[in-house]
């Protein structure tokens, strides 16, 4: 999910721990520990807005011999989430990247986005390299349960999870099943041993913000046997901050939007179609898709072509993509 782009984006100071209040639990002794529809919708919804995000990864453990664990590079930058859809049964965050130069107007760069679903019937889950499939969930794991589908940045899958929001201690928090997910750009391109990983990922609402935390295990393929390299764990923070120009993500997702929500359901239809998905091999987004989509979108933003015009395009990049 984290863009190279993001670099020269701001830095965020730290809050003395004095400073930040302790939540403290507002539902009764009697409210449901989960199930509770209304309130989820409202935790999810709070994960839209304007933030200070810091970006920050680290292996923990090594798990084979002789391996090095790499040094931890937190990255810094701005987001505006916007609510992209929001349906009895769905809703979907559209997270844009805002970034500063010294010098001219604010960048906009459409990032990651999140679709929230109701005890959905099936999650869309990662398989192996480059393909994703439809998996039908029991009642039981349904029940009360909300999938979590994050896609890249071209709106191709990355991985999906199902867990139910709890709200015991105070803190609302989400925390997803164990789940097979590809390996992020951080990683793809720098040559390394691991070729997926397996994880866990957990939002949280915080007095600041939110959270994404994850758990992850990265692992090698040999012989088709997976053979897990290295632990690392994730804390994505998001603080809500005043001082962000949401007018440049407001008007770049003004212009865009109709052209995004025709990708995405064409990503749905080729999805629906298969039962799953399968990719060409390209590792990279921008070698596989993202930057034609994404300088479709800029053409859109620009005023050089009509959302029409570029989405006949966008569909002929997906088809291409989907037909292996």
């Not at 499939?133 to 994050?150: D, F, K, P, Y």
């Not at 991985?159 to 105070?170: E, K, Q, T």
């Not at 994850?214 to 897990?228: E, F, G, I, R, S």
């Not at 390299?229 to 962000?244: C, D, L």
């Amino acid at each position: 999910m984290l863009s190279p782009l993001l670099a020269p984006a701001l830095a965020l100071a730290t809050p003395a721990l004095a400073s930040v209040a302790v939540p403290t639990a507002v539902a009764s002794p009697d409210a449901p520990l989960y199930g509770d529809e209304a309130r989820d919708r409202r935790s999810i919804l709070a994960m839209a807005g304007a933030f200070d995000v810091t970006f920050d990864l680290r292996e923990t453990v090594a798990l084979v011999p002789g391996y090095t664990l790499l040094p931890s590079k937190p990255v810094h930058a701005q987001e505006v989430v916007r609510v992209a859809e929001d349906t009895p049964r769905q809703i979907v965050l559209q997270h844009l990247l805002v970034l500063r130069g010294r010098d001219g107007p604010a960048r906009v760069i459409k990032h990651w986005r999140q679709d929230w679903r109701y005890e959905p019937a099936t999650v869309l889950r990662n398989t192996g390299p480059n393909r994703w499939a439809e998996r039908a969930l029991s009642a039981e794991a349904r029940r009360g349960a909300w999938s979590q589908t994050v896609w890249q940045v071209d709106d191709s899958p990355r991985y999906g999870g199902v867990g139910r929001w709890r709200y015991d201690g105070g803190v609302a928090r989400w925390t997803s099943d164990e789940t097979r997910r590809p390996l992020a750009r951080r990683d793809a391109e720098r040559d390394p041993p691991d070729d997926h990983y397996v994880g866990v990922n957990r939002h949280l609402l915080t007095p600041a913000g939110w959270v994404q935390e994850q758990d992850n295990t990265k692992l090698a393929t040999h012989d088709d046997t997976p053979v897990a390299i290295a632990h690392e764990v994730g804390v994505n923070a998001y603080a809500r901050s005043g001082s962000i120009p949401v007018a440049p993500a407001n008007d770049y997702w003004a212009k865009t939007a109709r052209f995004w929500a025709g990708v995405r359901a064409a990503w749905a239809a080729a999805i629906e179609a298969a039962g799953g998905l399968t990719l060409d091999a390209a590792p990279m987004p921008q070698v596989s898709g993202a930057k034609g989509l994404t300088e479709l979108a800029d053409e859109v933003a620009r005023g050089e072509r009509s959302p029409d015009q570029a989405l006949a395009s966008a569909r002929a990049v997906i088809a291409r993509r989907a037909a292996q």
